[in-house]
């Protein structure tokens, strides 16, 4: 299973809302990433997670909240956006550990419209 | 920090031909590992092809096949017998297998299939 099940797919929200993203992975993998993706441009690192503990947070506003409940799950908190959050967002998971990080597979992602 | 460089930001092929898109890289890392990815307009990042920077053969995955020219830093991919379903766009990527830091993106390259 080389699976990255992200839900939703689809998710339209007033700046005023909160919402939840959510990742899941079952290959084992000890570390989670999200990405923020625009249209035409290469995904943008957002957080990592390594061993369930947050190791990169790459200056992203506090209105995005990462959260790592357990080793196979990866939420995405959302809270008060604005319009130009409005993206495709990213869930990937790779190995890691003494063998070295190998490469990262990614869910369908969430397409996100802030209104 | 490691850079990706795509210079194609838009290539197309006929159906049955084959095309090479290319990327170059810049490290100061011996040891490392380049990647493929596949973005269809479905959205999923999918891993055509990975390349150990410590392997001198070039990695083949059916159709798909890389020319990785370590001392020019350059790892282009090259698609055989070019299908409509290979239209996409490609990202090539870099990373360090001891980095917390996951994948450094090139900017990616439009594939169009001409029919």
């Known amino acids: 299973d080389t699976e990255v099940t992200q839900t939703p797919k689809h998710l339209v929200m007033g700046m005023t809302n909160k919402k939840s993203l959510k990742c899941e992975q079952h290959?084992?993998?000890?570390?989670m990433y999200w990405y923020k993706q625009k249209a035409k441009k290469p995904p943008e690192l957002m957080f990592v997670?390594?061993?369930?503990?947050?190791?990169i947070n790459e200056s992203v506003p506090s209105r995005f909240s990462p959260e790592c409940p357990n080793s196979s799950l990866l939420n995405l908190h959302l809270h008060a956006l604005q319009p130009e959050d409005s993206a495709l967002y990213l869930c990937?998971?790779?190995?890691?550990?003494?063998?070295?990080?190998?490469?990262?597979?990614f869910g369908q992602g969430t397409r996100l419209t802030v209104v | 920090a490691q850079t990706v460089t795509q210079s194609q930001p838009e290539m197309s092929v006929q159906e049955a031909e084959t095309v090479t898109l290319s990327c170059t890289y810049d490290t100061s890392e011996s040891d490392y590992y380049l990647f493929w990815y596949k973005q269809p307009p479905s959205r999923q990042m999918i891993l055509v092809i990975r390349q150990e920077a410590y392997k001198q053969q070039n990695a083949t995955e059916n159709r798909f096949s890389v020319n990785f020219q370590k001392a020019a830093k350059s790892f282009s991919l090259k698609i055989s017998d070019s299908q409509l379903g290979d239209a996409a766009m490609y990202f090539c990527?870099?990373?360090?297998?001891?980095?917390?830091?996951?994948?450094?993106f090139g900017k990616g390259t439009r594939l169009s299939v001409i029919a």
């Open positions: 997670y390594s061993y369930e503990k947050l190791s």
């Open positions: 990527a870099y990373r360090s297998p001891w980095s917390r830091t996951p994948l450094v």
């Open positions: 990937a998971s790779s190995q890691e550990g003494p063998g070295g990080n190998t490469e990262a597979f």
């Open positions: 290959m084992g993998h000890r570390a």
